[in-house]
DNA sequence: TTGTATGCGTTATCAA
DNA sequence: TTGATAACGCATACAA
């Protein structure tokens, strides 16, 4: 196309396009500089990466949500940087679901994509993605995960457990927690946190009082208003996502509780929302966006054969009306 | 690699795999497809694309920021939507920048697209995409665009022109606007019905009522803030972003003024933050992941030849404590 | 029923 | 200084 339009060899073609260190004449250049211009020609990335063996620049995003919090802020960090590096991400909601993620996977890889990132999955220990071959195929995750890929982490448990820690300062004996599915290991891990918070404070662990729900507003809001129904008494309530701790709140004010005097709430992520609501809500921030582009970072090294290790974020509490009953400490 | 392994040419294999209606021996086939199991092959979709010339099932998405609430509902229905389809979705977050929008298009049209969705753009009237040439590309516009393609589109005009309407009819008299950018189009679109809806109710306009913002919550609050300090007054105001509103509403308090009794507060976009916040903020609401599903769907209509109409949805109007002065009529 | 050869748009090797 | 040609992985027209 650009070729015949410049009467110049398609070789010479991709020299100069491609600025190859070849002598070509000032003329010929201009010519074929012309043309490209003209026929506004793009190279075809496809055959670029089939000729060059591999290297598409596609990082494959696997995320829970992108509608929820968490996701579509680390999504950003993850988009920014990849295009900051010339990649481009192909966005992939799986809902954890281990059918929807095997499908991406296998999409994925036909279109050949250097990298893929994990979030928001590790449900039943990642039982789908056991023995998988993974070829060149460069994988992080962010949050925990069962694979032995590098990960962008924070130290969940310790979050969890700083938020029971928070409460059982604000004087709170019984704290109940809205858990997350017993199949997803996030849940399990903050619910780790949520024990070792209890028994550090020297509190009881009462099974009853772990409420699981889907980490949704509504899953909160039901499991909430369930365990009141049932009798279920407490004056401290941990989220382990901030929709969760709203829908809660929501239980809680429709049952005629007072939020924070009768419970305390704590959530969990930092939503955009929590401080906005009424009363604001306490919460446990990450750095989602930063980490996102780490994961990206982490990537990029990858690639460049470097050796790269976990990267541990810290947590930090951003303590509102919502769990506040007294100065703080 | 799958061909030698079964014995096979690589026509049988690329026939077996692709079920080609040619009869091939069962023992043949079988050791084909074991083969193909053993080695987990999967065709490399950069190769077919290219042999079968075009096609890649993939679809560039074009939004303002994913971390915007409008943005995120609508990219989960145009990712449901194209999943369903088979094809991939590319994220891109312009920011609104002519420039990020076309370094994007760049890429998109290299990797060889099938499709391109456009959402939050049309800035500056779309100068910098004029008299470009789209190719086979398929192209669909969510929202208001200046270009000549098929668009999912709501009332933007008359939704805010209800909103206006609404506060009047709560006994508002002059009534301010958290609008957005005066060079984006949608911005232009929500400013003529803010207009038409005062002209509707007989009420005045006043340049000075238009508060000029990003759309952010943080600009809502400071254009807000700052329209108090200059002396300005108003009993009503619209917001053409919920965050707009809830920054205003902010500002509102911090300026000891109440909502609704002082202020009457309205908000577009009717995002999942509005009912949730205190007072809970009326707002107007599109079908946003439906209309990405249709966006999808459109394109899906154009590949298979098809001519495609513009597709128009309902806005509609939630009402809530912030505007509420009286019983609605 | 099976296989050989060609070409998709590029880049890299080699020859002129 | 320039160009013809092979090869990337695959699907298909054609041949056997």
Known sequence: MVAERAGASIT??????NSVPVAISASLRQQVLKAARELDYRPNALAVSL???GATKTIGLLIADISAPYF???TRGVEDAAQAAGYTVVLCDTDRDPGKELRYL??????QVDAIIFAGGAVDMDQHLRGRNWGPVKVVAVGPHTLPFPRVEVDNRAAIAAAVG??????????ACISGRRNWLISEIRREGFKQGLLAAGLAVDQQLDLESSLSLESGETSTKRALDAGLTFDGLVAFTDEGAIGAMRALKAAGLRVPEDVAVIGCDDTRISPLIEPPLSSIAFPLRQMGAV????ILAMNAGLAVEDRHFPFEMRLRASSLRRPIA
């Open 72 to 74: 579509h802020v680390l």
């Open 51 to 53: 000729r060059k063996g």
């Open 12 to 17: 010479t073609v991709s020299r100069v396009l």
């Open 106 to 111: 296998d999409v994925l890889y036909r279109k």
């Open 166 to 175: 928070h409460l059982a300062e604000q004087g709170c004996r019984r704290i």
């Open 295 to 298: 994961a990206v970072e982490m």
